[in-house]
């Protein structure tokens, strides 16, 4: 089974279940016998304090790792990151990302990162999720969370990743509506359009551990080069 030294996990949108699908990564990883490292570059929206992405992300780790490199933004209004950086006075920096990322990869044979919201969420003036990824140089795996609207916006990233050149190494379809209408039919037309494999399909249930849930994703399916 060919793995590379990672990937970057990105979504449909915001609140479709990177953070689900990134734990279950790292655990279906850990099974197949490799060290793992979750990384969330930049949070924003904490709780009482902590980053509950960053929390689960960390907990899902088997290498013991610095939070400054899981998680070198962590930023506290759940808003858009560069507009929560930019009221914390902070710019989002990708260089530093990069050394953070390179710092895990030290330590783990593979590092999943998970991005914040969807592709092309701005994190800078001038830079975008996409210049992450490329600075980064990870293929990326697409969380689609099932719900009415989602072949679009699934297409429409999957677009924007191959404009920006980067892999669609797979995708995962994640259902976060129970009462989604043609659920099977829907999967099918992603399937046939995506043009990358399914790795897996999650329930709908938010109490499932994302130990649980890492047998229903087959990471031997990731598309391995371009």
């Excluded at 930023?75 to 989002?92: F, K, S, T, Y």
């Excluded at 129970?178 to 999650?202: S, T």
């Amino acid at each position: 089974m060919g793995m590379g030294s990672g990937y970057f996990v990105t979504g449909t949108d915001t609140g479709v279940g990177k953070t689900r699908v990134s734990c279950a990564l790292l655990h279906a990883f850990a099974a197949a016998g490799k060290t793992v490292a979750g990384m969330k570059p930049i949070a924003a929206g904490s709780e009482n304090g902590t980053w509950p992405d960053v929390e689960l992300l960390a907990a899902a780790s088997s290498v013991s790792v610095g939070r400054e490199h899981i998680n070198p933004y962590a930023l506290v209004p759940p808003i858009a990151p560069h507009i929560a950086a930019d009221r914390a006075g902070v710019e989002i920096d990708l260089e530093v990302i990069h050394q953070a990322h390179l710092e895990l990869r030290k330590k783990a044979d593979i590092v999943i990162v998970e991005g914040a919201g969807g592709f092309l969420v701005p994190l800078n003036d001038h830079e975008d999720s996409a210049a992450l990824v490329q600075a980064l140089g990870l293929p990326v795996l697409l969380v689609v969370g099932m719900r009415l609207g989602c072949i679009n916006h699934a297409l429409l990233t999957a677009h924007a990743v191959r404009a920006a050149q980067v892999p669609l190494a797979g995708w995962v379809a994640n259902r976060i509506d129970p009462e989604m209408a043609v659920f099977e039919e829907n999967v099918l037309a992603l399937e046939r359009r995506l043009d990358c494999p399914l790795l897996g399909i999650l329930p709908y249930d938010q109490s499932h551990d994302a130990r649980d849930l890492s047998p229903l994703l087959d990471i031997a399916r990731i598309r391995m080069g371009s």
